[in-house]
């Protein structure tokens, strides 16, 4: 979710599992993966993020608790705009029409006035 430049693949698993988390320490995010890395592996890798100014930590007794650096809502923006500059021309619109094509049949009522209502404040905003 947070700006993924300069971040590997490994890199971005331990993000995503911080931000699922809310934050943690090396041993908490070691059994979140549930791949078999060692505590060294994930303490290194979490340094290594902690470096790049992705994460931040605080020492909490004997330990690390580590936090993405940005918060879920600027990194998920962040990573939209991404998508939708790379697979959708730029243009809100089409990405907009391919997640609801995805989700075709699965969208409750309550889904589609939240949809509704954020296109008509869009709109007014326009005006």
Request: proline letters at 2%.
């Amino acid at each position: 979710m947070a700006d993924s430049k300069g971040v590997s693949r490994r890199e971005r698993e331990i993000l995503d599992c911080l931000y699922r988390l809310g934050g943690g320490s090396v041993k908490e995010v070691q059994k979140d993966l549930d791949d078999g890395s060692s505590e060294s592996t994930i303490r290194t890798l979490l340094g290594i993020l902690v470096t790049k100014k992705k994460l931040t930590r605080k020492a909490d007794g004997l330990k690390y608790v580590y936090h993405p650096a940005l918060e879920r809502k600027k990194a998920s923006n962040l990573a939209l705009e991404r998508v939708v500059r790379t697979f959708f021309d730029e243009s809100p619109v089409l990405a907009a029409n391919s997640l609801l094509e995805m989700r075709k049949g699965k969208i409750t009522e309550e889904e589609f006035d939240l949809l509704e209502a954020t296109i008509s404040k869009s709109r007014a905003k326009t005006k």
